[in-house]
């Protein structure tokens, strides 16, 4: 196959891939995807939304929950243009520049969205060991800080992605396997030896997810630690409580993300259905259940939706 020199890339197409062998059914499989987007972005936008008009919100926790929300929004943002494209026009094709874009924003927010998730468990972890210090150690200054330096961290590491790939030569068999731009489907397309895209991406990965989700334990571990030191079983239930929201969203954001992990791996041979339903549900379902969990059990998020709501109604 001949390759495509780089000075031709701008006129280069992608072709993305649908729901293998349910192409018959995208019309029916729109409504469920398109819903899951609808909870997702809004659900999400409500929390920030709640977070910003309450002042009884601005505190650590929230705020986190508040930037956890915005990279959910995010990834949500980054994936519908092509998904909602394939399932509701058939639109398979995307221009090469706007596939490296897509994936610059996707693996960016789902960096972010780690980032963010190891800061809260730092800040939970705060909030048990020294509670009377609490607000004094999280300011409003170096939560801001700590929201910029995990943005910047993941822009500079997924930068050279792009700048690579677009770097590489390309055949005319440029076919994705989902309906999504991601780096591991990009490095299988060009004609070229991609050993330097392989080991920087797995670095990349090592040094985000890998590290935070290390961080993460550790964090527990002392979590678990200082909750072992209170001497009522009252008082262990209510410090592990607090946290009881954020093990549930690293779960439902970790555990995907390893089964996704685990599959590629090791079950290269299964059906290409099978490999598609584990990057959407790694990719659609922590946006659409972290508001819902969040909602559900914390209370003062609960009512500044509700308030949110109630003054949107007035408007009205």
Not at 91 to 101: E, K, N, P, R
Not at 143 to 166: D, E, F, H, Q, Y
């Amino acid at each position: 196959m001949k390759a495509e020199s780089n000075e031709s890339l701008d006129l280069l197409s992608v072709f993305l891939t649908g729901i293998p062998g349910l192409e018959a059914q995208h019309g029916w499989l729109s409504i469920p995807f398109f819903t899951m987007y609808i909870v997702a972005i809004v659900g999400n936008s409500l929390i920030m939304a709640a977070v910003q008009a309450d002042p009884a919100l601005h505190e650590p926790m929230y705020l986190f929950l508040s930037m956890l929300a915005a990279t959910e929004v995010g990834v949500s943002v980054s994936t519908l243009p092509t998904v909602m494209g394939i399932l509701w026009f058939d639109a398979f094709q995307i221009d090469f520049d706007g596939c490296l874009a897509q994936m610059f924003f996707i693996h960016t927010f789902s960096c972010m969205e780690s980032g963010v998730l190891l800061a809260m468990s730092y800040d939970r972890f705060v909030a048990i060991y020294n509670p009377l210090r609490y607000t004094a150690i999280l300011t409003l200054p170096r939560i801001v800080s700590l929201g910029l330096v995990i943005t910047l961290k993941s822009v500079t590491l997924m930068a050279p992605l792009p700048v690579l790939l677009r770097l590489l030569p390309y055949c005319h068999t440029n076919i994705l396997s989902h309906s999504y731009c991601l780096h591991s489907d990009l490095i299988q397309l060009p004609c070229a030896d991609t050993k330097l895209n392989s080991i920087l991406g797995l670095a990349i990965v090592l040094a985000t997810f890998g590290l935070d989700s290390l961080l993460i334990v550790v964090s527990y571990m002392l979590i678990i630690y200082t909750v072992l030191g209170i001497a009522s079983g009252e008082g262990w239930w209510k410090a592990l409580n607090t946290c009881v929201s954020h093990i549930c969203a690293v779960l439902v954001y970790y555990v995907p993300m390893i089964g996704v992990s685990v599959m590629h791996r090791t079950a290269k041979h299964a059906s290409p259905l099978a490999h598609t339903l584990m990057s959407s549900i790694y990719l659609f379902v922590p946006p659409v259940l972290n508001p819902i969990i969040y909602s559900v059990k914390t209370k003062p998020i609960q009512q500044g939706i509700v308030t949110v709501l109630s003054c949107k109604r007035e408007l009205l």
